[in-house]
């Protein structure tokens, strides 16, 4: 302690364990987590403007993407009606910001009642027979995911933050998950921390997910943000050259 107090009076800047693991791996341990840890670290009182701020470049972003989910919507329509005449989109209910439920949605990619063929949740297979021929493509260059930009639009989503899950998964991981109902405390987004730093992932891997999201969540900013959208960005790249 003598030796902490020395470093300090000499103008060294002294950090704890904690506060090391957390910048030199990008996530927060769950077993750190309490309420006083949440009183400290993740009051949105000085986050407001950013909220703000981040919202109108959602919206302009948004609008943006919007004009191009338009003109691609006749060629990607055509490609899933010639493939088995089913649905052009894929709705799901989706658990928001503070526990609200909005309707996810996407280009369908699989079959009609895909989900009755498979339940619970497990993690993506690349080669999932339920995904159709064009379901394949849009999956890999990440088209499925456009028309979740009206999700945006309305204020459900937002371009980053922690993905959002299906209610009755919530429910369930929150009953083994300590402290899962924090990733509710922003709202879900396209891209986020958790995705680029571990990807998909099955139940198991909830609590390691978590570890990611609560970081962001303490540390989210402008610059975190740009940070993930073009890490985002070089990863549907590289899947798109394989």
């Known amino acids: ?13 002294i950090i704890s364990f904690d506060k090391f693991y957390e910048s030199t791996t990008g996530k927060i341990p769950v077993s750190l987590v309490s309420e006083t840890w949440f009183l400290e670290n993740l009051m949105e009182l000085n986050k407001q403007d950013f909220e703000k701020f981040k ?8 609008l943006i993407i919007f004009v191009i989910f338009i003109l691609a919507l006749p060629f990607v329509a055509f490609a899933i009606k ?18 609200k439920i ?3 949605i996407k280009f369908r990619s699989m079959i009609i009642d895909a989900e009755k063929e498979k339940s619970g949740w497990s993690k993506p297979e690349e080669k999932d027979a339920r995904i159709t021929f064009v379901g394949r493509i849009l999956r890999k260059i990440r088209i499925d995911e456009i028309p979740q930009v009206w999700n945006i639009l309305q204020g459900n989503m937002s371009f980053v933050g922690p993905r959002p899950e299906r209610p009755n ?7 083994i998950v300590p402290h899962y109902s924090m990733r509710h405390l922003v709202k879900p987004g396209l891209t986020g921390w958790s995705q680029i730093n571990f990807g998909d ?9 978590l570890q990611y999201d609560l970081y962001y969540i303490k540390n989210r900013s402008l610059l975190l943000d740009i940070i993930i959208l073009l890490k985002t960005i070089m990863v549907i790249l590289s899947r798109t050259g394989k």
């Open 102 to 104: 909005f309707d996810l």
């Open 169 to 175: 998964f919530v429910q369930e991981l929150t009953k």
């Open 55 to 62: 919202r109108i470049l959602d919206v302009l972003f948004g």
């Open 201 to 209: 992932a099955s139940a198991r891997d909830a609590q390691k997910k």
């Open 82 to 99: 010639i493939t088995d005449k089913g649905p052009i989109f894929y709705r799901q209910k989706r658990m928001g910001k503070n526990g």
């Open 1 to 13: 302690i003598q030796l902490l107090y020395k470093m300090t009076l000499s103008g060294k800047t």
